[in-house]
């Protein structure tokens, strides 16, 4: 039972989380923390091989043996919110497209960051999920990943740099 609680909220913050910029209109702090929680979901993306910090934690719960990455599948975890592996597999892939699309949108609609660098991160995030799918590309991976948290290390600070010149600004 309890973990079924887990899984409910996982798939409710999921939802929430990427459909989040389609619901709330424009709102400074709060795209400030979606940014926030998108680096860090992207950070634990990278860090445990593929895998957001719930599911992993749900995994490990499962099975105290569990090791990062072995297992990319959240599939158990939705269907057994919704009852079917099919409706699981069709939320999931709403939600990876979703979760692409509202990040622009947030990345973009405060000028947070430059919207080049914007382009070029949809672009590698696209890039990174479908690596994660292809099986065989460990090596590729490796050095695609290095790439990828370099490069969400510099769009972070770009975005922290620009909040901390707009906090000076107010302030003067």
Excluded: W
Aim: aromatic share 22%.
């Amino acid at each position: 039972m309890s973990l079924y609680i887990i899984n409910f909220f996982h798939v409710l913050a999921s939802l929430l989380l990427v459909n989040y910029p389609l619901l709330i209109y424009k709102n400074s702090f709060y795209d400030y923390i979606y940014i926030i929680l998108l680096f860090l979901l992207l950070y634990s993306y990278v860090i445990l091989k593929g895998e957001c910090f719930v599911s992993y934690a749900i995994k490990k719960y499962r099975d105290p043996n569990y090791i990062a990455g072995s297992n990319l599948s959240v599939v158990n975890e939705y269907a057994s919110i919704f009852n079917s592996e099919e409706v699981a597999n069709y939320i999931i892939i709403y939600i990876l497209l979703t979760f692409i699309i509202t990040s622009f949108i947030v990345l973009n609609r405060h000028n947070f960051i430059n919207i080049h660098y914007i382009y070029i991160f949809t672009l590698v995030l696209v890039i990174y999920f479908i690596l994660l799918k292809i099986k065989g590309l460990s090596k590729y991976s490796f050095y695609f990943n290095i790439f990828f948290m370099i490069y969400i290390t510099f769009l972070f600070y770009r975005f922290l740099i620009h909040q901390s010149s707009n906090v000076e600004r107010k302030s003067i």
